[in-house]
């Protein structure tokens, strides 16, 4: 089951955010209650969206396919670490199946069938002496995997718009709305304008005033 855990995160980033970019203008003098939400907003409003790199985040997340990690590692203005299968042991890996799957009958004994003829082939191949780095050749994308991902503000807005897209792949959607939901509860100016639609699970983009 994916499991999305927030690590770290800047604090009062949003107060960061004003104070840094308030350099640009020496107009520390306008700093007050609640103003950092007002500047926040100007800044996204008018793309200015380089301050909000001052702030950073710091996720967990497990419970999801290599087909995911494949995706999420090709943003390359973050830090990641992820699960190793050279050095664990893959056994009795769990792995992830699609709805889809799961809903035919069908498709999901074929499904498992391999799963399970995967699992007993990588220990046949340790049984003869291959060492998990070899080995590790034959797991499938569906194999579960865990890695911490940490990226400035600009860019998890960049991955969360990108991933909640209609046309972005279920899993990975699914991701990055709860990554979105706990933004929301932090930092919620800086998400304010990316806005869940639940009746789709799609992310969708509006207009601040």
């Given at each position: 089951m994916m499991k999305i855990e927030l690590l770290f995160i800047t604090p009062d980033a949003e107060r960061l955010i004003e104070s840094a970019g308030r350099t640009s203008y020496l107009s520390f003098n306008k700093q007050g209650k609640d103003s950092?939400?007002?500047f926040v907003r100007m800044l996204i409003k008018r793309?200015?969206?380089?301050?909000?790199e001052h702030a950073y985040?710091?996720?967990r997340i497990s419970g999801v396919s290599?087909?995911?990690?494949?995706?999420?590692?090709?943003?390359?203005?973050?830090s990641i670490t992820q699960q190793s299968q050279r050095y664990v042991n893959e056994n009795n890996f769990n792995y992830i199946e699609?709805?889809?799957?799961?809903?035919?009958?069908?498709?999901?004994?074929?499904f498992v069938n391999l799963m399970e003829k995967i699992r007993d082939t990588y220990?046949?191949?340790?049984?003869?002496?291959?060492?998990?780095?070899d080995a590790r050749f034959i797991l499938p994308n569906a194999t579960e995997s865990q890695l911490v991902l940490t990226a400035n503000l600009r860019e998890w807005r960049h991955i969360i718009e990108l991933r909640g897209d209609?046309?972005?792949?279920?899993?990975i959607r699914k991701m990055a709305l709860e990554i979105l939901k706990i933004f929301k509860k932090y930092v919620p100016t800086i998400f304010e304008d990316l806005v869940i639609n639940e009746e789709k699970l799609i992310i969708e983009k509006i207009n601040i005033s």
């Amino acid at each position: 089951m994916m499991k999305i855990e927030l690590l770290f995160i800047t604090p009062d980033a949003e107060r960061l955010i004003e104070s840094a970019g308030r350099t640009s203008y020496l107009s520390f003098n306008k700093q007050g209650k609640d103003s950092d939400k007002k500047f926040v907003r100007m800044l996204i409003k008018r793309g200015h969206l380089s301050v909000i790199e001052h702030a950073y985040a710091t996720f967990r997340i497990s419970g999801v396919s290599r087909a995911l990690t494949h995706q999420l590692v090709r943003h390359r203005f973050s830090s990641i670490t992820q699960q190793s299968q050279r050095y664990v042991n893959e056994n009795n890996f769990n792995y992830i199946e699609p709805e889809s799957v799961r809903n035919n009958p069908k498709a999901h004994s074929i499904f498992v069938n391999l799963m399970e003829k995967i699992r007993d082939t990588y220990i046949k191949l340790k049984d003869q002496g291959i060492k998990k780095e070899d080995a590790r050749f034959i797991l499938p994308n569906a194999t579960e995997s865990q890695l911490v991902l940490t990226a400035n503000l600009r860019e998890w807005r960049h991955i969360i718009e990108l991933r909640g897209d209609p046309a972005a792949q279920w899993e990975i959607r699914k991701m990055a709305l709860e990554i979105l939901k706990i933004f929301k509860k932090y930092v919620p100016t800086i998400f304010e304008d990316l806005v869940i639609n639940e009746e789709k699970l799609i992310i969708e983009k509006i207009n601040i005033s």
